[in-house]
């Protein structure tokens, strides 16, 4: 797995492409808004994901828009510690985190948004630190970019846009990539209680 190849990953997963709305200031368009129940769906972008339904199954692609919050939000609805890495871009010490050793079967989804984004079955001991993943649970639900620095490729949650860590092309078989995921960016659902992961838009 070389450099192209990931990088050829990161655009077939570059999922969190956005349908915007345009800004339209006119008298219809305003009054359309405000006779309309949920003004916060029709503003923000929209993104497909795949989701849990009542029964525990993965399904969709769905369409739905884009968690969006502002900072003084964010840093509300998390701690200070889940903040400074998911929203903030830190990193958790290596063999610290407590997602690290778990070796339980479930489903880890987004700290901010519960997106789901990883899956037990996908999990490896890469012996660097931090959980990782040969693959993400779906190929729409996580994308990448390239750091400020050129170099590492950064995942991110395609509904949030919350931190979750880096990709590497020095994973095991069949992908050859390892996704090196933040404990602090994710939360973990045993396999037994997915049902509790149901999204409200597929019941």
Known sequence: MNRRTLLKW??????GSLVGFGCDNSHESQALL??????????????????FNSKGELVGPIEEPKVVKTDAQWRAQ???NTYNIARAKGTEPS????????HLDGVYTCVCCRLPLFSSNSKFDSGTGWPSFFQP?????????I????????????RCDCHLGHVFDDGPPPTSLRFCVNSASMVFTRSDALKSLADPAVG
Do not use: Q, W
Not at 10 to 15: E, K, P, V, W
Not at 137 to 145: A, D, G, S
């Open 10 to 15: 990161a655009g077939l997963t570059a999922l």
């Open 34 to 51: 405000s006779n309309t129940a949920d003004k916060d769906s029709l503003m923000k972008p929209m993104v497909k994901v795949k989701v």
């Open 78 to 80: 998390l701690d200070k």
């Open 95 to 102: 063999f610290c985190g407590n997602l690290y050793d778990n």
């Open 137 to 145: 649970i779906c190929k729409e639900n996580v994308y990448t970019h």
């Open 147 to 158: 750091d400020a620095d050129g170099e590492r490729h950064e995942i991110l949650c395609t």
